[in-house]
């Protein structure tokens, strides 16, 4: 029998909800790209439920009683005294949000003599050292495509709250104000900018089909070229780099995971090379940029804007510099957890549980590392140490 250790965010502060917002989800059956939602055999779940927090337990605990398996479900997951930290020492699986990332690193995988599998309930498994899981020979899964869409919603309202700067201005609407020079002395219009994606994965292409209709000139670098077709469908301008691409865009979004290639890409000599003005959203992970560089990049006003989800660490300190830097639009890291994506990476991540226990395939596509190697889109998508 399997030991389960879910880390998940803490219930809302006032209480696990005992209503929704609305009544129901729509349906969503496949993907962009023809791949099926999650086919889990069954769910133990209200689509639309609060499910991503401790009370929600993924819906995982009548599945995995019902056949004798042991769930440990916590938000306490930081140092060797939390209940993560003890309960990994016999745990067969580990399940982790990048939300809430119960980090994986090399000591703590080594001193997990039982651990056979780590799912990520969403998309990025930067949280796990893949060096190590690949050291030690433990599979590592995640919930691909579940959230992307939520994402790539999430830059574009970012993109158009940043470029009219709409955060302050509903402030001032909040606090009783009417001041319009206030509003709008930094406020433009995105209709003729140029926006450059960093990497044309499932995010980034997503970002720029819904920035499209803007008319604006979209720009992308990636490690491999999109078709031609889409290229030409979007208007696309390919640039062989982030380097090469950024100093002719108006607006950056990053949209890569973090690996070796990645990690710190946005540091001070390349923010430097941006338009001044320019807005750079990233909700991919907080480590492809340099914190201080970016706070010194608003500070300076070589950026008008800097906005994204994902921090370094997780959750971020109160004292955290973004917090208080000026022309942010930051949120704690939500994109990828809205209630739509939960009921997605919950029903993933009962489809990747079911495989594993009945000794099935998991779907390649969810694939990260397996067999000792990076695999499926772990092998498309990330670098490791040992291959830079
Ligand atoms: P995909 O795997 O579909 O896309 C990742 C893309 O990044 C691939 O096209 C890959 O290129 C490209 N890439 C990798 N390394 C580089 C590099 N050095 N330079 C340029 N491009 C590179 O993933 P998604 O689009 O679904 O997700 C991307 C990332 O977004 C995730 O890894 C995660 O970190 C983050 N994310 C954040 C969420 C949130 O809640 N904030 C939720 C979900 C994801 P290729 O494959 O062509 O080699």
Known sequence: MAKVLCVLYDD??????TACARDDLPRIDSYPDGQ??????GTDFTPGHLLGSVSGELGLRAFLES????????????????VFGRELADADVVVSQ???PAYLTAERLAAAKNLKLAVTAGIGSDHVDLDAAIAHGVTVAEVTYCNSISV?????MMTLSLVRDYLPAHRVAREGGWHIADCVARSYDLEGMHVGTVAAGRIGIAVLRRLAPFDVTLHYTDRHRLPAALEEELGLVFHESAADMVPHCDVVTVNAPLHPETEHLFDADLLATMKRGAYLINTARARIVDQDAVRHALESGRLA???GDVWYPQPAPPDHPWRTMPHHGMTPHISGSSLSAQARYAAGTRE???CWLDGTPIRDAYLIVSGGALAGTG?????VQTRS
């Open 12 to 17: 809302p502060t006032d209480g696990y909800p």
């Open 36 to 41: 099926s939602a999650p086919t889990p055999r």
């Open 67 to 82: 056949r004798g398996h042991t769930l440990v479900v916590t938000s306490d997951k930081d140092g060797a005294d939390s």
């Open 98 to 100: 990048p939300f809430w």
């Open 152 to 156: 790539a919603e999430h830059v574009v």
């Open 305 to 307: 804007g800097y906005a």
């Open 352 to 354: 990747i549980l079911e």
């Open 379 to 383: 092998a498309h998508s990330y670098a």
